[in-house]
């Protein structure tokens, strides 16, 4: 069985960091490229980040230079550091892993940056 657990969201003033985590099992985690998209309150899904299975990465436009992408293939892992974040990154944060023609979700975890 598939399970992908995020984890790390919270609540956070302006300015202040966040390290998300999700945490990948039932897969060969290596192999897969790893995504984190973000949904706010009556928006779509958005891909916020992405590391490919060789360790490449791509942002959306808004994170560059506050966010990073990382992965450990050791543990399972993928992590979404962020910085600097303002109100506009709120929302719920979800990790997606693909390979071919497989996606695997996990549940999501809050981001609230509020003062």
């Known amino acids: 069985q598939v399970q992908l657990v995020e984890s790390g969201g919270g609540l956070v003033q302006p300015g202040g960091s966040l390290r998300l985590s999700c945490a990948a099992s039932?897969?060969?985690?290596?192999?897969?490229?790893m995504h984190w998209y973000r949904q706010a309150p009556g928006k779509q899904r958005v891909l916020v980040a992405v590391?490919?299975?060789?360790?490449?990465?791509n942002y959306e436009d808004s994170v560059k230079g506050r966010f990073t992408i990382s992965r450990d293939n050791a543990k399972n892992t993928v992590y979404l550091q962020m910085n600097t974040l303002t109100s506009e990154d709120t929302a719920v944060y979800y990790c997606?892993?693909?390979?071919?023609?497989?996606?695997?979700w996990g549940q999501g975890t809050q981001v609230t940056v509020s003062s």
């Open positions: 590391i490919t299975s060789d360790g490449s990465t």
């Open positions: 997606n892993g693909k390979r071919l023609f497989q996606s695997y």
């Open positions: 039932g897969i060969v985690f290596s192999v897969y490229a």
